[in-house]
């Protein structure tokens, strides 16, 4: 039988507050945690075979991030050729053996290649005289992208109109030209070509897609069934087949159909294809997002007399795709890092570019290739970080205001 | 539970004789299944309704039918001298006017307490903003939480979310307020704030349709109790002390027991 003072308790004196339990602090502290609190366990067998293993990884994995890490800084910063006062250019980089200035076994980046060519692996052949206007457009881009990042930008709502509808026709304007009348001679886009190139399809390719995949959302979810038909038939067409196809047909098959005579811009091909097919995954990852909102939702905004345009802009939207803004973004980023693929239909983008530059004899060098690659990797990872870090902070700010 | 007033509303059968909404043989169905069958009901400028029943009776699909949130597929329903029909006009100018109260709040999570209000009536009625915030925080105030105005949804009690959700849809001047279990997902200690609310807001003559099994506050404010069973339709349907207290049919009855003995 339980004892009385077992079954009734009436507290007078409150439970004592304490403080947390102190934590190591310090690097060793944070080492004894993290590090060592996986590998001591020698209580038992299993325990120690446990902690061997985990000890034995954690060199393992530590000893050869170390290793790659210290290669790549020997050959990109410590080796690497900087300057070129004599302006040579094979030479440069090779070594005496085989007939240039480096010292035998000497193994790291050839800068000078990159500076040679920056030119021609940004702009691609846009002529000399004309550069003036890819930098204005870029100048322009660059600078209303920074000023939309600061969310107290005073004019930050004209600046996002400005952005979005005028700059287009402005940037197609200073980059295509107007005619000489205006004193923007036509530069066709044969002529176009490196990060120019790569900017513009990305670009184009990410402000496109996302209207558009909004739109094939919503349409795939109408009530509608030629709307949702066609919606759905759209999406899993465009979906169903490889983009490098998807090129390969712009710029094969297209002109087959097309009266003769006629002939669309090669860029311009690229462009609708990487768009249509971006679309196509932006509106899969967007329909997960209005999956999400509960039908609550929608039906409260109906109540207050919001129609379905209303409802959609005002509540469906915003919620739909705040919760998937990490697909948005992992979109955009496959998209951007896809535009490659065009350098296979002959647009010089900066992989393109970045081949045609290894294919130069001039400057043949065992190092040719790799320094030239680890320009294009950079260029593509710095985008690619700027683009998630931006996502994640967009999202941090979000979730701060929504609970 | 619900707190002593001074005074209580008017408990006449009828309040006024203008009718705001009428129901002729109204029936529903999803799919094969009939919800409702053959609804009859007229309600009058200042009733006050309740609307009780067992679970899947139909009491929510009715009220929806309101406000065309649901359709119905035979009958006749008027509201507010429109034929609710397929005409997506006469349904906008009925939603309106007609204010509604969900069970699970339904705030819009991403937008302030005070941008839930002033969202329809900016966008709809194309109030100018300042009047809208205005008119947002007068009756915040009459649902007493205008000190929570610039907190968002996620960050207040489920009793504040619902008296939110009531000053939402005030801020429509609705002429009709529908409530569909008001209460039912909030904690006991936060029904009685809500109901409070609802019943200052009977009190200024607003005419509602409720669906709540909160008894207490059906006999305090109603002048008509309606019952509906499992099969969709009207049973049973009185002013509510005879309701309570001498119910006529069986099923209202075995209903009445088992919500009134705990
Ligand atoms: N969208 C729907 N599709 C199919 N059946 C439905 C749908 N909505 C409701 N029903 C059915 O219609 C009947 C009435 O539902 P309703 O929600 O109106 O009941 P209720 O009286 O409000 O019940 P509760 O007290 O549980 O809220 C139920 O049998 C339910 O299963
Ligand atoms: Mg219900």
New binding site residues.
Partial sequence: MAKKSDIVFVREKDAPLLAPPLLESGAFGWFRQNILSTMNDFSSVGGAVRSLIMAAATLFIFYYSVNILWALIDFTLIEAVWSNPQGLKRELCTTALAGGVQHDGWHGACWPLIFAKIKFLTYGAYPFEELWRVNLAGVILIAGLVALMFERMPYRIHIGLFMLVIYPFLAFALLYGLGDWAGLPFVYTYDWGGILVTLVVALTGIVVSLPLGIALALGRQSKMPVIRGFCTIFIEFWRGIPLITVLFMASVALPLFLPKGVNIDNLLRALIGVTLFASAYMAEVIRGGLQAIDKGQYEAGTALGLNYWKNMRLIILPQALTYVIPGIVNTFIGLFKDTTLVAIIGLFDLLGAAQAAVNDASWSTPVQAITLYIYVALFYFICCLIMSRYSMRLERKLAKTND | MVRKTKKTPQKTMKVSDELLISMHNVS?W??S?Q??REINLNVYKGERIIIC??????????I?CLNAL?HHQAGEIKVLGNVLDNNIRHVETIRRDVGMVF?DFNLFPHLSILENCILAPIWVKKMPRAEAVDLAMSLLERVKIPEQASKFPGQISGGQKQRVAIARALCMNPQVMLF??PT?SLDPEMVSEVLDAMVELAESGMTMIC?T?EMGFARKVANRVIF?D?K?QIVEQNEPNAFFDNPKSERTRQFLSKVLTH
């Fill in positions: 529903k999803f799919g299944f919800a409702l029943g067992p679970s899947g009776s139909g009491k929510s699909t009715l929806r649901e069970q569909d279990e039912a669906v099994h509906m499992e969709g």
